[in-house]
Structures are given as C-alpha cells and as structure tokens.
C-alpha cells in the first residue's frame, strides 16, 4: 500500500518524508486554503521537490474547456504532477481526453461505485473514495473501497484506488485490508498509525533494566578493582 499525506503544508510533507514511508502528496483547494497567502503553482513545485512520488493539484473549473486549459498548466509544473479530476460529467470528458494525451489524473470527490466505475473507462489514473466524508453522514465508507476494489478486480482496470478523506488509524488498517493501492492522510494520523501503549511501556521497561544493568556492571568492576 502506497501512503499519501494529504496536506499542502510544506512542514509536514518534509517531516513526512523523513520519515522514509511516503510516495506522494494530495492537495485540494481546502488545504491549500488553510496555507494563507501562497501561490498555488509555486507550492505545488515547493511539494514536488520536496517528494519523490505523484502529487495530486485540483483543477476548479467545472467545464471541460476550463479544466483541460488548468490541466494542462499543472501538468507543466513538474513530471510528478496528478491532475485532480472532480466526479461530474464534464470532468469524465476531460479524464478521457487527459488520458488520451498522456496526463495523468486522480479523479477526486467519489462517493458511489458506479462513479467510480464511470471513473475507470474514462481512464482515471487514480480514483479517490472520500471514506471520512461518507462516515460523517451516518453511511460505511469502507464498504465503497471493498465496491470499488472488487469491481476493479473483477474488469481488470488500473485504475488505482485511493482511500481519501481519512481519519484515523483504523481507516488505513480497513482501507490495507480491503485491498486499496493508496491511503491518503493527514499527517497527523500517519503519526499516529506508529501508537502503541505496550510499545511506550515496554520501551520504558527495556531502557530502565538496561540502566539497572549498567550500574551492576559498574559497580561489579569498581570492587574488583579495590
Ligand atoms: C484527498 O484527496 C481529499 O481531498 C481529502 O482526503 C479529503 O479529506 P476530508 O474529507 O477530510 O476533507
């Protein structure tokens, strides 16, 4: 399973990065928002030379035209450029004529498998199931990525799933399990991924009887010198 953080905040993706566990980046226009005053194109070149992987930048005209004419500035900025694609029926248009010209897409907001179906002819690169979001109103995210994953399977598309709209550990654990090629998270939960109370403690136990077994050594070696 690949894993995406998904933030426009420089500080995080090179935290991430170090961490050696990350294959790429999504932005929407709600993240990069929340930077403040940026430059959209700059900071997505900044993410890029940041991480070696695919990083998604949305589009947001809503007609064909509008989204073909930003796809294609985006796709300029750097290789490693995923144009975010949204679910509607202007974007299916431009996934099929972004595929056809070699740009590679992450068709964003999904919410149904025969979206996601639709998604797939058109020639998605990626497909992006918001899982958090279908949650929030009462429904069972994961049963949308087993959907998707299935049906994938069962048409032989490479179109890769994206589990999107992450919230906590379990999402990724559930997303592995059912076979998603990419989970997408905040930060935040990426950390957060590595919490244990029985690793805490037991390295609290390991590192107090090595200390314990230091001392014994150095007092065993200062009275075989007197
Ligand atoms: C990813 O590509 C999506 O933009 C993101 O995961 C949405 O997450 P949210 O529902 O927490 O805003």
Redesign the pocket.
């Known amino acids: 399973m690949k894993f995406f953080v998904?933030t426009a905040n420089l500080e995080e993706i090179r935290e991430a990065n170090d961490m050696g566990v990350l294959d790429g980046v999504?932005t929407?226009p709600?993240l990069v928002k929340a930077e403040g005053n940026v430059d959209f194109h700059e900071r997505v070149l900044k993410i890029c030379e940041v991480v070696q992987g695919d990083v998604?930048a949305e589009v947001t005209a809503t007609d064909f035209d509008g989204m073909m004419e930003e796809a294609h500035t985006l796709a300029q900025i750097h290789d490693n450029v995923v144009v975010k694609i949204p679910l509607i029926k202007e974007g299916i248009k431009a996934l099929r004529a972004l595929d056809d010209e070699g740009i590679r897409t992450n068709c964003?907001l999904c919410f149904s498998p025969t979206q996601a179906l639709v998604a797939a002819k058109a020639g998605a690169d990626y497909i992006?199931p918001?899982i958090?979001?279908i949650d929030d109103i009462s429904s069972d995210g994961m049963t949308l990525i087993e959907e998707i994953v299935q049906i994938y399977d069962n048409y032989d598309f490479e179109t890769e799933v994206l589990a999107?709209?992450?919230r906590h550990p379990t999402h990724v654990k559930r997303a592995a399990l059912a076979g998603a090629d990419v989970a997408?998270m905040p930060f935040e939960t990426m950390v957060k991924l590595l919490d244990h109370p029985l690793t805490d403690r037991g390295l609290e136990r390991f590192l107090e009887d090595w200390e314990e077994y230091q001392e014994a050594k150095e007092e065993e070696a200062a009275t075989a010198a007197v």
């Open positions: 998904d999504t929407n709600s998604s964003t992006s918001f958090g979001r999107a709209s992450i997408t």
